[in-house]
């Protein structure tokens, strides 16, 4: 499924030093491919846990104020890294995901005011010197010229974070090079230009005590692109500071140390107000210049859902917003295939058109998706367990059954995952066959990990049978979770065409992807 992911230890030091608090405004400067984002995220919500009660969800959306911006230059990378992070699904409406230059990423705006970031991750684009041990081919092609290009980018993104950095709050510069150029001598810049108002700080003993690692580099020599003795012209950049500036705070993880690859990590805090000036330099951003707008969805959808569901007036419909494609503005023409996605406050909040400058291209899980065979909408499967809870139990349209009956649809159903009425158990054959033709959930009685809440799944009765409405990832996780023999599991079609023969429905793209 992807929700665990494998990384090397070094590349989780970086964000693990940032120790995010649960209302943390947090940015990930360069986010791609997303697995630091991921552990963002994840820190994030480490500090809740479901409470034995209904009417519960799984995490505070509603009253914390804490949320990650993931930001990638590259739009084609950008899709890549909201794909990787949207399988945290339970996590992802803390989660927005941005398209611009690093250097000059606009300000977070919430409720029309700008909110200083209170933790930021500052991966930047290296060399890569550092990944030797693993990529040996990177060796045949280094030289001197690889850092000294690639500095001033480095430091401009950096100076961008110190920018938009809370006073008080936590920056971590980090590289997978080992080249001073790239990293003591970018943290040496940034002190100096900021005239004193950020520090490093030494956290990692603390935070990490059992960590090995070089201190950083307080000398070191700068030669030309092939290794010769520097330019006149070379810039003061390049060179070690005059001064102690605490350089050796800074954390060099070499293989060594690690058995892995080489790492550096700078961890840095704003000790007073200061903003940079944007670059000269740099270039308005051109990508995207119609982004996507976000709005509320029009009441009779949601009305229609809670109305169908017998959703109690406690969830927070409120939080829910739809993506409209570029250029369109006007939420009611947008109901044909409507799709609506659940948000947390920090994130709706910063979402408001009037005055959001950020290029958002994802945000918030879906949870309201169109069902084309009885006209109207469902909730969508990956938020039907965070509903469940707010259904009553009276509600004709939430059935439970076993993880027997969902066994047999996925091995017996055929690549749509649908089974007619005579294969169903007596019991669940009659409880569907009385409801009209429609959407329903399945809260699956017997599931395990119930102490997290009910497991449910989307499905539809059909004019003669049921289909669960559930994509290739859905029915994977449906198979471990319920532990059936993946050999006599079928897989399902991503792409299920409308029929009336097998009167199913075509799954729609979810709403973060970028093919809406």
């Excluded at 959930?441 to 049921?466: F, H, K, N, W």
């Amino acid at each position: 499924m992807g929700t665990v992911n494998r990384q090397e230890e070094v590349s989780m030091i970086p964000p693990f030093l940032l120790d995010i608090q649960p209302d943390d405004a947090c940015l990930d400067m360069c986010a791609s491919p997303g697995s630091k984002t991921a552990q963002m995220l994840v820190a994030l919500g480490r500090h809740w846990q479901r409470r034995a009660a209904p009417e519960t969800l799984p995490f505070d959306y509603t009253g914390s104020r804490g949320l990650v911006v993931a930001n990638e230059v590259d739009e084609k990378r950008s899709n890549m890294l909201v794909h990787q992070v949207k399988r945290l699904r339970k996590l992802y409406p803390f989660a927005m995901f941005t398209c611009h230059d690093a250097r000059i990423i606009p300000p977070l705006m919430c409720n029309g005011e700008v909110r200083p970031y209170d933790k930021i991750l500052c991966d930047v684009v290296c060399s890569g010197d550092g990944t030797l041990r693993k990529s040996p081919h990177l060796l045949r092609k280094w030289s001197p010229g690889e850092a000294l290009g690639i500095q001033k980018l480095q430091v401009d993104i950096a100076m961008r974070g110190c920018s938009l950095l809370r006073t008080g709050g936590r920056m971590v510069y980090s590289t997978c090079s080992l080249n001073p150029i790239e990293n003591e001598a970018v943290v040496s810049t940034l002190l100096s230009r900021t005239g004193g108002a950020m520090r490093i700080v030494d956290v990692a003993r603390d935070l990490l005590p059992s960590l090995q690692f070089a201190p950083g580099m307080t000398s070191w020599t700068v030669t030309g692109k092939a290794g010769e003795e520097p330019s006149e012209k070379a810039h003061p950049s390049l060179f070690p500071p005059s001064a102690d500036v605490g350089l050796a705070k800074c954390l060099r993880l070499m293989p060594h140390h690690c058995g892995g690859s080489g790492f550096f990590v700078a961890v840095l805090e704003k000790v007073r107000e200061w903003i940079a000036p944007q670059p000269l330099d740099v270039a308005s951003p051109t990508l995207l210049t119609a982004p996507p707008t976000y709005l509320p969805p029009p009441p009779a959808v949601v009305n229609k859902v809670a109305a169908d569901f017998s959703v109690k007036p406690s969830f927070p419909f409120s939080h829910l917003v739809v993506r409209l494609p570029p250029g369109e503005s006007d939420v009611a023409r947008a109901t044909v295939g409507m799709q609506a996605s659940l948000l947390s406050t920090a994130v709706r909040d910063a979402l408001n058109p009037a005055w959001n400058r950020l290029i958002v291209i994802s945000a918030g899980l879906r949870l309201i998706a169109p069902e084309r065979l009885s006209e109207s909408w469902r909730i969508a499967n990956e938020s039907a367990s965070i509903v469940a809870p707010f259904i009553t139990d009276s509600c004709p349209r939430l059935i439970d059954c076993d993880r027997a009956d969902i066994r047999k649809f996925l091995t017996e159903g055929g690549t749509l995952n649908a089974l007619p009425f005579s294969s169903l158990p007596p019991e669940l054959a009659s409880a569907i066959h009385a409801l009209p033709t429609g959407p329903l959930l399945l809260r699956i009685r017997d599931a395990p990990y119930q102490e997290m809440g009910p497991t449910c799944v989307s499905a539809l009765r059909a004019r003669g049978q049921v289909q669960l409405l559930v994509d290739m990832e859905d029915a994977s996780d449906l198979v471990y979770r319920l532990g059936i023999d993946q050999s006599s599991a079928a897989a399902p079609s991503m792409d299920v065409a409308h029929s009336d023969a097998l009167a199913c429905v075509k799954e729609p793209p979810s709403s973060d992807e970028s093919s809406d």
